[in-house]
């Protein structure tokens, strides 16, 4: 039903800053979460941050005071900020989607990945 596509990756220097964006399609449910996955190479995927249809936000401890999580509905996109970044944030990054049905959020939906790759 819902469709994820990501954008923004690439090549940046370690302090650079890069934004990633999560189109979503198809039938949305109103009540939702949003996050930002990734994968370093060697491990397995990790949260980043979600975000929920209320705006609600949630981190992961490595990505505090330096990234940012939003969305606007009306567009159905997500987007992460990421500041300062530094060499172990090199991973693919991943969009997910969960809807809600009435006791909690099922069906995941994943995006195809964006590469990011950050030197020092």
């Known amino acids: 039903q819902v469709q994820l596509v990501e954008s923004g990756g690439g090549l940046v220097q370690a302090g650079g800053s890069l934004r990633l964006s999560c189109a979503a399609s198809?039938?949305?449910?109103?009540?939702?979460?949003m996050g930002w996955y990734r994968q370093i190479a060697g491990e397995q995927r990790e949260l980043v941050a979600t975000?929920?249809?209320?705006?609600?936000?949630n981190y992961a401890d490595s990505v505090k005071g330096r990234f940012t999580i939003s969305r606007d509905n009306a567009k159905n996109t997500v987007y992460l900020q990421m500041n300062s970044l530094k060499p172990e944030d090199t991973a693919v990054y991943y969009c997910n989607y969960r809807r809600w049905y009435g006791g909690g959020y099922r069906s995941d939906t994943w995006g195809q990945g964006t590469q990011v790759t950050v030197s020092s």
């Open positions: 198809g039938s949305i449910f109103s009540i939702n979460i």
């Open positions: 975000i929920t249809s209320g705006s609600s936000t």
